[in-house]
């Protein structure tokens, strides 16, 4: 295991290249198991997530050949239908190879992936949507099996729940209905750049997709998809993270580049009004401090709302901005882990009911704390980086399963941090 040991109080100064979206390459490497023909991928970042997801296609039968940032993946028979639990509980995001295996094989078994630090992420609306489609599913052993005896046949689905729209689980129903039998609608579909990069994606290998990015997507099934090659996406949050960074500790200011800022306008929004100068380029965004910082109230909801996976990154920005903000998560209420933490560098938060009330103290110290979820500790190095003194940070494991070399990139901007064995 390792941690970080952040200096805090560098100025960061100079630009950094956003990496590849890992939210994005997830559900794009699985969508390679519908192709006996390769698939070429490039810009999949270097972290631990997207690492499982190569084991777990590797598991399945797939040749996997990786080479800086570019993974050619080739799965001309599929070996077995199941991805097992050792490796699913390693991520989450494991569950949409359940669309895909369906898909080619009319069956899948994954490991129920459990319990959540960020709360509790049930996939009843993925298995609402497959079974639209035909299969049966059942809870066995802790794996759910799935099978479309008879093939699967084109619905109309309706993937709302009662948190919106599910990320996952629309990639998980396009995945299985590209190679249905005829016409699948998909209602309350997910609009999110990284569903409508899946789209891209699928509809590169030969599969008929319209309507992706809206909350209705129409999918005509064909009989086969063939290989493909294909860019990543940017990865939003990680450029989010970084603007974040440039808010609290810009010298002057720091530019993120190769980023899609269209993707990221609900935080640069709100960045200006807390009065941080930001401006958009093509393909790049700048940031800076603000002179006269102010509070904010922020909600999360699905995109283009305000992404739930920014708001630990803004209690960290709250915590030293003076007055009082209020960040409410409605997508993962519980997803507060971090305020425990940062309390313990002197911040002033209370949280109740998926709500964050923070008061900006003039400053955060120095303290040992643990990283608990892959944005909750992005969150404590931002906090780390203007607090008084040497923060610790341990478990930064987490940091790694979703951050292509977070320490170095911050480096490279001038902060101060080592990575030591913990
Ligand atoms: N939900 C259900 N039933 C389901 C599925 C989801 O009730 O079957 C609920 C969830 O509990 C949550 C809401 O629906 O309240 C939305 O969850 P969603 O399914 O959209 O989340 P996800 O697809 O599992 C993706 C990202 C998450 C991100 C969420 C929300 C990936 C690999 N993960 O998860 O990213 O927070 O969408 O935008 O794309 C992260 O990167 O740190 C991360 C957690």
Redesign the pocket.
Same mark, same amino acid.
Do not use: Q
């Given at each position: 295991m390792e941690k970080f040991i952040v200096h805090g109080g560098s100025p960061l100064s100079g630009s950094v290249n956003i990496s590849g979206s !890992?939210?994005a390459s997830?559900?794009i490497l699985a969508a390679t198991l519908l192709t006996r023909e390769t698939c070429v991928v490039r810009r999949v970042p270097d972290v631990s997530?997207t690492n499982y997801m190569l084991q777990i296609l590797q598991n399945l039968g797939a040749e996997v050949e990786r080479a800086s940032g570019t993974v050619v993946i080739r799965c001309e028979k599929l070996r077995s239908h199941e991805a097992p639990y050792d490796l699913v509980r390693k991520m989450?995001?494991s569950v949409c190879v359940m669309g895909p295996l369906l898909a080619r094989h009319n069956r899948a078994d994954v490991s129920l992936p459990g319990g959540c630090v960020?709360?509790?992420?049930?996939?009843?609306?993925?298995?609402r949507g497959l079974e639209g489609l035909g299969a049966e599913a059942r809870v066995e052993g802790g794996n759910v099996r799935l099978e479309a005896r008879y093939g699967l046949e084109g619905r109309e689905i309706d993937m709302s729940? !009662?948190?919106?729209?599910?990320?996952?689980?629309t990639d998980n129903v396009m995945m299985a209905a590209v190679l249905a039998k005829g016409a699948t609608v998909i209602t309350g579909a997910?609009c999110?750049p990284?569903v409508v990069d899946l789209a891209e994606f699928l509809i590169s290998m030969g599969a008929k997709i319209s309507g992706a990015g809206t909350p209705r997507i129409e999918i005509e099934g064909v009989a086969e998809l063939g290989g493909v090659e294909h860019t990543v996406i940017p990865d939003r949050?990680e450029a989010g993270t970084f603007l974040v960074a440039g808010a609290m500790a810009a010298k002057e200011r720091i530019t993120v580049k190769r980023v899609e800022p269209r993707h990221i306008e609900s935080l640069v929004d709100l960045l200006r009004r807390c009065g941080c100068p930001v401006e958009v380029g093509d393909g790049s965004i700048s940031v800076g401090r603000a002179e006269n910082p102010v509070g904010a109230n922020v909600t999360t909801d699905?995109y283009p709302g305000f992404?739930?996976?920014m708001q630990a990154q803004m209690c960290a920005l709250f915590a030293t901005t003076p007055g009082t903000s209020v960040v409410r998560d409605t997508?993962?209420p519980q997803r507060f882990m971090h305020a425990s933490e940062m309390k313990r560098m002197g911040a002033d938060i209370q949280v109740e009911d998926g709500t964050a009330v923070i008061r900006g103290v003039e400053q955060l110290s120095a303290a040992p704390v643990m990283a608990s979820?892959?944005?909750a500790s992005a969150a404590l190095v931002l906090a780390a980086l203007n607090a008084k003194g040497a923060t610790e940070i341990s478990r930064v494991y987490h940091i790694d399963r979703?951050y292509e070399n977070i320490d170095d990139k911050l480096i490279q901007l001038g902060a101060e941090i080592e990575r030591v064995p913990a």
């Open positions: !890992k939210n997830l559900p997530d989450r995001a960020i709360g509790d992420r049930p996939i009843d609306l993925h298995l729940g !009662k948190h919106g729209a599910t990320v996952l689980g997910a999110e990284e949050i699905p992404p739930t996976d997508i993962f979820d892959l944005r979703g």
